[in-house]
């Protein structure tokens, strides 16, 4: 594998025309180095082609749904996991792919990127605080479907207009679906103590964000459990001065003079 090829990899996953699904995958190279792009876009591959001939085959819009929805959980046995697995590992795409089973939020990418490449309006959203995905057929008719287990929800609006009382759905489109997945893997490496993976993840969401105070302050934890004192207090005191009405101000000035307190030690 050459540099050149690396180095173009990279400007994909930064690309923001590129699906989240494959921004996605490509940032895996971020925190693993011995991440197979190749390998887990030719699998992804296998199941756009097959997706692509079913859509061919099936034009009545509900029946394909139902047939590709069949087709990933049913055939492809694609499901969350009850397994003592890493959620960091469940996240992964390439891990998804290979073992057909992963976190919501990475079934989502995955479902709604395929159901794309068959014809639909197909995004990730949220409703009430869960991962799902949206289908819309229309303005006034779609699916709600969850990742984990397939079960769909069919809606319609009432042609009147009386639209009785539904949950909010927050739709994440584009940028926001790349975002909340590496919002979530940058968790997941916390929780572990990948303190280096969660930090690739931080750089990452700063390359969409720039100087988010939050993300600044995520750094400055990250940087302090990676023995980076400095860099640490640095970014803490942005946020800080950034946020000085957060409620969690008081625990990150005491970070912030026990840092000062170790470098006046060092020095």
Same mark, same amino acid.
């Given at each position: 594998?050459?540099?050149?090829?690396?180095?173009?990899?990279?400007?994909?996953?930064?690309?923001?025309?590129?699906?989240?699904?494959?921004?996605?995958?490509?940032?895996?190279?971020?925190?693993?180095?011995?991440?197979?792009?190749?390998? #887990?876009?030719?699998?992804?591959?296998?199941?756009?082609?097959?997706?692509?001939?079913?859509?061919?085959?099936?034009?009545?819009?509900?029946?394909?749904?139902?047939?590709?929805?069949?087709?990933?959980?049913?055939?492809?046995?694609?499901?969350?996991?009850?397994?003592?697995?890493?959620?960091?590992?469940?996240?992964?795409?390439?891990?998804?792919?290979?073992?057909?089973?992963?976190?919501? #939020?990475?079934?989502?990418?995955?479902?709604?990127?395929?159901?794309?490449?068959?014809?639909?309006?197909?995004? @990730?959203?949220?409703?009430?605080?869960?991962?799902?995905?949206?289908?819309?057929?229309?303005?006034?008719?779609?699916?709600?479907?969850?990742?984990?287990?397939?079960?769909?929800?069919?809606?319609?609006?009432?042609?009147?207009?009386?639209?009785?009382?539904?949950?909010?759905?927050?739709? @994440?489109?584009?940028?926001?679906?790349?975002?909340?997945?590496?919002?979530?893997?940058?968790?997941?490496?916390?929780?572990?103590?990948?303190?280096?993976?969660?930090?690739?993840?931080?750089?990452?969401?700063?390359?969409?964000?720039?100087?988010?105070?939050?993300?600044?302050?995520?750094?400055?934890?990250?940087?302090?459990?990676?023995?980076?004192?400095?860099?640490?207090?640095?970014?803490?005191?942005?946020?800080?001065?950034?946020?000085?009405?957060?409620?969690?101000?008081? @625990?990150?000035?005491?970070?912030?003079?026990?840092? #000062?307190?170790?470098?006046?030690?060092?020095?």
């Amino acid at each position: 594998m050459t540099d050149t090829w690396f180095d173009e990899q990279q400007e994909l996953g930064m690309n923001y025309s590129v699906p989240a699904l494959l921004r996605s995958i490509y940032a895996e190279q971020r925190w693993d180095a011995q991440a197979d792009t190749e390998q #887990t876009l030719c699998l992804l591959a296998e199941l756009e082609l097959a997706i692509e001939e079913m859509s061919v085959k099936e034009k009545d819009l509900h029946k394909r749904v139902d047939l590709l929805l069949d087709t990933f959980y049913t055939q492809w046995l694609f499901s969350g996991t009850g397994q003592k697995v890493p959620e960091y590992l469940l996240n992964n795409i390439s891990y998804v792919l290979k073992m057909r089973s992963g976190t919501s #939020t990475a079934l989502a990418l995955l479902l709604a990127h395929l159901l794309e490449r068959a014809g639909f309006n197909a995004t @990730i959203a949220l409703l009430q605080n869960e991962v799902m995905v949206h289908v819309a057929l229309s303005s006034e008719e779609g699916y709600i479907i969850d990742p984990s287990s397939g079960q769909q929800s069919w809606y319609i609006s009432p042609e009147n207009g009386e639209e009785k009382e539904q949950e909010p759905m927050e739709l @994440i489109i584009g940028d926001e679906a790349f975002k909340l997945y590496l919002a979530q893997q940058k968790w997941s490496f916390i929780a572990a103590e990948k303190f280096s993976h969660a930090l690739s993840c931080v750089e990452l969401l700063m390359e969409l964000l720039g100087d988010d105070p939050y993300e600044r302050r995520d750094r400055g934890y990250l940087l302090n459990q990676l023995n980076c004192p400095k860099m640490a207090k640095d970014d803490l005191q942005y946020f800080v001065d950034e946020c000085p009405d957060d409620p969690t101000i008081d @625990i990150i000035q005491s970070q912030i003079e026990e840092l #000062t307190d170790h470098n006046n030690i060092l020095h």
